[in-house]
């Protein structure tokens, strides 16, 4: 069933609320952040902020979620398939790192030690999720899962346009892992005020991801890949 498109109003007093709190987190922590100094900010009232979000850190998820979407899309949930030297083809890292690197301040006060547990865990499960999407195709498991799409439209539900439910997914720790271990360099990067170069990063943890994904099973189909052990 297509989303329920949002009326012009409904639109504005998101997108101004989401601006208002950005422009915030640019300024101060997000556990420093009132949803008065929200609504004052955006121009609005506390009632219209309570008609579209539970709380800031609500706000901050779907505020956020069109700069998650670009770091969902650059992370190496998926290790295609290996060349004729038995190495990958593509590698995402130093692009994933870019990102980071180019939005630091965001991540930061997002991830960081004053940021919010509930963006943390949105993030990665939508980063698990999209790991086992571009993993394991819905063909090969006859599971209906559906793929991560491109951000949402203006005029649609953000929220009901993503594959964020669990029962989405069935159990996979391998995708766990992975995204796990993503997102817990890029905390620990962004700690350190993102020392060297994303090359520089994508060099060191490379061949751990892909000792990783070959200890798993993962990606290893393509031509010149090592034989499956019996």
């Known amino acids: 069933m297509p989303a329920r498109s949002m009326d012009p109003r409904t639109r504005r007093s998101r997108a101004a609320l989401e601006t208002a709190l950005r422009e915030l987190i640019a300024e101060r922590d997000l556990s420093q952040i009132s949803v008065s100094d929200i609504t004052k900010r955006a121009s609005v009232n506390r009632s219209t902020f309570y008609e579209h979000y539970t709380d800031v850190h609500d706000l901050a998820a779907a505020a956020c979620t069109a700069v ?77 899962v559906r793929p991560l799409p491109a951000p949402a439209p203006t005029d649609a539900d953000p929220a009901k346009e993503r594959a964020e439910d669990p029962a989405d997914v069935p159990h996979d720790p391998a995708a766990a892992f992975v995204a796990g271990a993503v997102l817990g360099t890029v905390v620990d990067w962004l700690r350190r005020d993102c020392p060297g170069t994303p090359e520089t990063m994508a060099a060191a943890l490379w061949p751990l991801l892909i000792g990783t994904a070959r200890a798993a099973g993962w990606g290893t189909e393509g031509p010149g890949a090592p034989p499956t052990a019996e």
């Open 68 to 144: 998650f979407d670009e770091l969902v899309a650059a992370s190496p949930t998926v290790v295609p398939p290996l060349n004729a030297e038995g190495s990958p083809t593509v590698e995402l890292l130093p692009e994933l790192f870019a990102h980071v690197a180019a939005h630091a301040p965001l991540y930061r006060a997002l991830l960081g030690d004053e940021g919010s547990a509930r963006v943390i865990n949105h993030l990665l499960h939508r980063m698990t999720v999209a790991a086992y999407v571009r993993r394991v195709p819905a063909e090969e498991t006859g599971t209906p």
